[in-house]
């Protein structure tokens, strides 16, 4: 609902391209019964949208919710009587997919290559084992220090460190950092030098810019737009450095952003995911329900009471019939997608994937077509029309129990303009397709 009705879109556009980077997912998560912490932690992302990185980097690090999806929580100091060690899973994806990436980077985000002509790793195996020496000793938050494994479930404070469970030893962070984390300084202070030091890795800027760019923008940004973008993240203007409100306005204010000269090259644009183009069309025809209420699926099933002035179904049949109307209902599972629900911590598809055929013959990437197969390519087509054609239900011309739920589409102009082909032609090419049709 607040995607689709709230006024600030551009921050909402932009937390939802972050959960496409700062990844949790549902599905690993236990499917729905984390319904309200993961819309905390998408808060987080809305919250830090026009924020500072680092800012949002710590947020999202010592966010319960990332600490349970990549296991950070609750992840505690080697023992050397069980033999156990630290998890490194957080620690891996910290680097991989938050922050600098796999290798080395020039700041147009092309490749570092070393002496022999081949890419320069930006981390090791025992950077990772180094790494997770920080994220040991992170809780649930309690008063009671001695309560890391048994402080109640908290998924909306920041997680705690219980010095007793973090290793406090030296870490050596190298390459992503020459200077190792001291010995003895508790486990703030690691937290803070590992996600400093991550900040302000030479790689962090092109990096990030290069992912909004193409959740935002393009696909296939030259690397003097990433270059240009990444010059903001480095320094706004006013030397700051991680200010997101500079960096998106730079991705959507730059020339390869707003030229149609550019625009109408082969190789510019991006696949729009199929998740956005339910969005679009709900947004275009300001979709709504008689009650207000944007309902999923489980509400109706499950029996949870609504309101006492929004009656829940009763029958089958009225649970039947908000199945096929009902907001994002089964979108996983019918357009591959649905928000912060992705398979992986890797999103819906790699910002690399390569489509095999022309586009990787012209050695271009092409990341939302991963999800664009045959099966796909129908039911997202089927599931937009679902919406297209939705009417409230009635039974004997009287609205059903499940009327107040349904979704439609508000299509009067449209309508008026059934007896005029070409101008509604030319309304439907500016609202939906940005007025880019072909005669």
């Known amino acids: 609902k607040t995607v689709l009705t709230a006024p600030d879109q551009l921050r909402q556009r932009v937390a939802y391209a972050l959960s496409q980077i700062l990844v949790i997912s549902d599905v690993a998560l236990g499917e729905d019964s984390h319904a309200e912490p993961i819309a905390n932690y998408y808060d987080i992302l809305g919250n830090g949208a026009f924020g500072n990185f680092r800012t949002l980097l710590e947020n999202v690090s010592l966010s319960p919710l990332m600490g349970a999806y990549l296991s950070s929580l609750r992840n505690a100091k080697a023992d050397p009587v069980t033999g156990t060690t630290p998890d490194e899973n957080y620690a891996r994806e910290v680097m991989q997919l938050f922050t600098i990436g796999l290798v080395q980077l020039?700041?147009?985000?092309?490749?570092?290559?070393?002496?022999?002509?081949?890419?320069?790793?930006?981390?090791?195996?025992?950077?990772?084992?180094?790494?997770?020496?920080v994220f040991t000793g992170w809780g649930y938050p309690s008063s009671n220090l001695t309560q890391f494994r048994t402080a109640g479930t908290n998924y909306y404070t920041a997680m705690q460190v219980f010095p007793s469970f973090h290793d406090d030893t030296v870490k050596n962070i190298a390459p992503v950092s020459s200077t190792p984390i001291p010995a003895g300084q508790g486990g703030t202070k690691d937290l803070k030098d590992a996600l400093d030091a991550l900040f302000n890795h030479a790689n962090t800027p092109p990096f990030i810019s290069k992912l909004l760019i193409q959740r935002l923008v393009t696909s296939n940004p030259s690397p003097a737009y990433v270059y240009r973008v990444s010059q903001k993240f480095m320094d706004n203007g006013s030397g700051t450095r991680g200010d997101l409100s500079a960096v998106v306005r730079a991705i959507l204010?730059?020339?390869?952003?707003?030229?149609?000269?550019?625009?109408?090259?082969?190789?510019?644009?991006?696949?729009?995911?199929?998740?956005?183009?339910?969005?679009?069309l709900l947004r275009?025809?300001?979709?709504?329900?008689?009650?207000?209420?944007?309902?999923?699926?489980?509400?109706?099933?499950?029996?949870?009471?609504?309101?006492?002035?929004?009656?829940?179904?009763?029958?089958?049949?009225?649970?039947?019939?908000?199945?096929?109307?009902?907001?994002?209902?089964?979108?996983?599972?019918?357009?591959?997608?649905?928000?912060?629900?992705?398979?992986?911590?890797?999103?819906?598809?790699?910002?690399?994937y390569v489509l095999p055929g022309p586009l990787a013959a012209a050695g271009l990437v092409a990341p939302e077509f991963e999800i664009t197969d045959d099966n796909f390519a129908i039911s997202t087509a089927n599931f937009l029309r679902t919406y297209v054609n939705a009417v409230i239900p009635t039974s004997g011309g009287v609205p059903t129990a499940a009327a107040p739920y349904v979704l439609t589409l508000n299509t009067t102009y449209e309508q008026s303009l059934a007896n005029n082909p070409p101008a509604l032609l030319d309304r439907l090419s500016t609202v939906l397709a940005a007025g880019s049709l072909t005669a």
């Not at 020039?106 to 490749?111: H, N």
């Not at 390869?256 to 510019?268: D, G, K, M």
């Not at 179904?313 to 992705?342: F, V």
């Open 284 to 352: 275009t025809f300001g979709a709504s329900s008689t009650s207000g209420r944007f309902l999923g699926y489980r509400h109706a099933v499950n029996g949870t009471p609504i309101t006492s002035a929004t009656p829940k179904p009763a029958t089958q049949g009225e649970i039947s019939t908000i199945n096929s109307t009902t907001l994002i209902y089964s979108a996983l599972s019918n357009i591959a997608q649905a928000a912060l629900r992705s398979p992986t911590v890797f999103n819906f598809y790699h910002s690399d």
């Open 253 to 280: 204010t730059d020339y390869e952003a707003r030229s149609p000269a550019v625009a109408s090259n082969a190789t510019y644009g991006k696949l729009k995911e199929p998740l956005l183009r339910l969005t679009g």
């Open 106 to 133: 020039q700041p147009d985000g092309t490749l570092a290559l070393g002496p022999d002509g081949l890419p320069l790793p930006t981390y090791d195996q025992t950077t990772i084992t180094e790494m997770a020496k």
